[in-house]
């Protein structure tokens, strides 16, 4: 069974940053090799929205058009960690933070994509809020 958990989220205020991690366990060594990642938020009363993934070779990215130019996605295999550098933050940034996985190889292993439904395992997630 694949385990992931999310740590970082806290409080900032407009234009801070913040930096979740997703660390993941289970399955085995080289578990970021055979999964794409995404991160995912969702704030009170709305959908979930996917914000950024990275594919399982690690070299093919997406991200939301509300938040390019502004987080970034990266990943550290030797800690099975996927890491999102959220800068210039809003308060409209404000949600609980997920990160997922599903499995991706061969064909699959230089994509990812945004929408949730494709991901088979969850974090229980991580509160982010933006307020002065």
């Known amino acids: 069974q694949l385990r992931l958990v999310e740590t970082g989220g806290g409080t900032v205020q407009p234009g801070g940053s913040l930096r979740l991690s997703c660390v993941l366990s289970?399955?085995?060594?080289?578990?970021?090799?055979?999964?794409?990642i995404g991160w995912f938020r969702q704030a009170p009363g709305k959908d979930r929205e996917g914000v950024s993934c990275?594919?399982?070779?690690?070299?093919?990215?997406d991200f939301a058009d509300s938040v390019k130019g502004r987080f970034t996605i990266s990943r550290e295999n030797a800690k099975n960690t996927v890491y999102l550098q959220m800068n210039s933050l809003k308060s409209e940034d404000t949600a609980v933070y997920y990160c997922?996985?599903?499995?991706?190889?061969?064909?699959?292993?230089?994509?990812?994509?945004?929408?949730?439904?494709?991901?088979?395992?969850w974090g229980q997630g991580t509160q982010v809020t933006v307020s002065a």
């Open positions: 990275i594919s399982s070779s690690g070299d093919g990215t």
């Open positions: 997922a996985a599903v499995w991706a190889r061969g064909p699959l292993s230089n994509t990812c994509v945004l929408p949730a439904g494709v991901y088979e395992y």
């Open positions: 289970g399955f085995s060594p080289d578990i970021l090799d055979y999964h794409a």
